[in-house]
């Protein structure tokens, strides 16, 4: 499942950028707010899903560590 969130995260990423690159592009200021959002949206969900991704690393890490002792 990690690989398929990594990808996840990596698809959020990507789309983050091409949404910052179309806020740049576009004029109208509706349109510039509205790309804005987007983008912002997709980054926060790159965040949720990397601390989530890092928690889970974790915790995969203590459990190893533990069965070692």
Do not use: C, P
């Not at 091409?18 to 965040?47: I, L, P």
Request: positive net charge.
């Amino acid at each position: 499942m990690s690989i398929a969130l990594r990808k996840l995260l990596k698809d959020f990423q990507d789309i983050h950028m091409v949404w910052e690159a179309e806020r740049k592009a576009w004029e109208g200021e509706n349109e510039k707010m509205y790309a804005s959002g987007v983008s912002d949206g997709f980054k926060h969900a790159a965040v949720a899903l990397h601390s989530i991704l890092r928690k889970d690393t974790g915790q995969k890490k203590k459990n190893h560590h533990q069965g070692l002792r």
